[in-house]
């Protein structure tokens, strides 16, 4: 009688543990289906060549645009050239050689 007791209450403890392992199954996903879901490759269309052309044509008359507009402002702001006369090295050598003159005489 023991016997049988505990054979009935070992029954009804694994029955509940069978029928949550079998309910639990279709929700969870194996490790084929996370793999294959991971593995998907998304492939964009490739791009017309015309419209590559186009966009290269595009960019490149850009840069010329933008090439010639920095060409154009590096003439406007370069620093004004200073007459020579104003150079400092040149007025103190001028000094000096006026100097020298009247200390000749």
Do not use: C, F, W, Y
Request: hydrophobic share 40%.
């Amino acid at each position: 009688m023991k016997g049988q007791v505990a054979l009935v209450a070992l029954i009804v403890t694994l029955i509940p543990a069978t029928v949550l392992a079998q309910a639990a199954s279709p929700d969870t996903e194996t490790q084929l289906q996370q793999d294959l879901r991971h593995r998907r490759v998304i492939v964009r269309p490739l791009t017309p060549a015309d419209e590559v052309q186009r966009d290269v044509d595009a960019a490149a008359s850009e840069i010329q645009q933008q090439e010639r507009e920095q060409a154009a402002m590096s003439g406007l702001t370069r620093p004004r050239q200073r007459p020579p006369q104003a150079d400092d090295d040149l007025k103190g050598g001028i000094q000096t050689r006026s100097l020298n003159n009247l200390l000749r005489r």
